[in-house]
């Protein structure tokens, strides 16, 4: 079974309560869901594998760790989850940057794919995936079958707010797949919207609707 961190750092609280705050413009919603995404990728990135190196500093030389191992990269499902990509960038700026398009259908909430472009050695590659809003958690469960069928083998989930439901799905169709959250919110509602939540992060990201 998947592991599930809810990141409960008082930084990352303190933001998304902003981020849910429905008076908050896109200027700064954007820059708010940057920054906690750039605080979630330490967090992610804790596991990582290093190795130790020979540095010489002016004084003498020491033995010094560094990243080793595979490669890394950030797969944002859009649109959402492009506002997360920036943040995460900072602080992992070698990883390369696929992208996979759905956007759920709003009668019935199914996940529909419409783009994905991932970078050719993805199979090589640690692939976070991100997304802010994990609701039913079709979308993520998707992006995730159509990566591991590009070859993908090593997935992390990152998300802003997730639903019970969502976390279930991803871990009842991805027991591999360990999924990193700033918070688990109550429930859905009758259309899919996580509640308390922050509406729709897409429209709120690029100012439509
Ligand atoms: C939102 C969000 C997720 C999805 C979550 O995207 O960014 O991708 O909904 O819902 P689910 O867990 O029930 O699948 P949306 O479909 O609104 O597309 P958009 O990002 O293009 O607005
Ligand atoms: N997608 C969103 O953007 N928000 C939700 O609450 C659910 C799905």
Do not use: F, S, W
């Given at each position: 079974m998947s592991k599930v961190t809810q990141i409960a750092h008082p930084l990352i609280l303190h933001k998304l309560a902003f981020i849910r705050d429905k008076n908050t413009g896109s200027k700064d919603f954007r820059e708010l869901v940057e920054e906690v995404a750039m605080l979630m990728a330490y967090e992610v990135t804790r596991d990582l594998q290093t190795e130790e190196i020979n540095i010489d500093t002016p004084i003498c030389t020491?033995?010094?760790?560094?990243?080793?191992?595979?490669?890394?990269?950030?797969?944002?499902?859009?649109?959402?989850?492009?506002?997360?990509?920036?943040?995460?960038?900072?602080?992992?700026?070698?990883?390369?940057?696929?992208?996979?398009?759905?956007?759920?259908?709003?009668?019935?909430?199914?996940?529909v794919e419409y783009f994905c472009k991932l970078p050719q050695d993805i199979s090589e590659r640690d692939v976070i995936v991100v997304d802010p809003m994990l609701a039913t958690g079709g979308s993520a469960a998707d992006a995730i079958t159509?990566?591991?069928?590009?070859?993908?083998?090593?997935?992390?989930?990152?998300?802003?707010?997730?639903?019970?439901?969502?976390?279930?799905?991803?871990?009842?169709?991805?027991?591999?797949?360990d999924i990193y959250l700033g918070s688990i919110d109550e429930k859905l509602n009758e259309n899919g919207y996580i509640v308390p939540g922050l509406g729709d992060a897409g429209d709120r990201l690029f100012g439509t609707k």
């Open positions: 020491t033995k010094c760790k560094v990243l080793a191992g595979k490669k890394m990269a950030i797969v944002p499902i859009l649109r959402a989850g492009l506002g997360m990509v920036d943040g995460m960038l900072k602080l992992i700026p070698a990883a390369k940057v696929g992208h996979i398009g759905l956007y759920r259908d709003e009668e019935t909430l199914q996940p159509l990566l591991k069928k590009k070859g993908a083998k090593y997935i992390r989930l990152v998300c802003l707010i997730g639903a019970p439901e969502g976390v279930k799905l991803v871990q009842d169709t991805h027991p591999d797949v």
